[in-house]
């Protein structure tokens, strides 16, 4: 649903069918924040994953932008944090995104951290093991 609503045409999905136990509208908003994110920073590319296996349920979203520095990952969680002042003005956003990401992700029951995307920008990897995965 995110991938549908976000309508950028440098977003190439590779999306497995899933099912996952959660409330469902917290857990759209925090992967459609994220996304949203890739979007605003991403030069030519951004790359979503779904995927499940007998273990967990994976999601990926990579981007090709600049990327978040690793000193600034834990900070970026933080409400109303911002890397570059003057740069997030420019794209909008309160800087709640990725804590209200990281508050549904936790509450899921979802193991997820920030890092760097094989494109070279930032990417996220969210992991719901077996006993929060339907089926």
Not at 15 to 28: D, F, I, K, M, Q
Not at 68 to 91: C, G, N, S, T
Request: aromatic residues 4%; hydrophobic residues 40%.
């Amino acid at each position: 649903r995110c991938v549908d609503s976000v309508r950028d045409t440098r977003i190439t999905a590779h999306l497995n069918a899933c099912e996952l136990v959660g409330h469902r509208a917290l857990l759209e908003r925090a992967i459609c924040n994220v996304l949203e994110n890739a979007c605003k920073h991403a030069r030519n590319s951004i790359e979503v994953r779904l995927q499940q296996d007998e273990h967990a349920l994976t999601l990926q979203i990579g981007d090709d932008g600049p990327g978040i520095p690793e000193d600034e990952r834990e900070w970026v969680l933080q409400p109303f944090y911002r890397m570059d002042k003057h740069r997030a003005r420019d794209v909008g956003g309160t800087g709640l995104g990725l804590a209200l990401a990281d508050l549904a992700f936790r509450a899921s029951g979802a193991h997820w951290h920030i890092g760097r995307s094989h494109l070279g920008g930032a990417a996220i990897h969210v992991e719901w093991r077996r006993a929060s995965v339907k089926g």
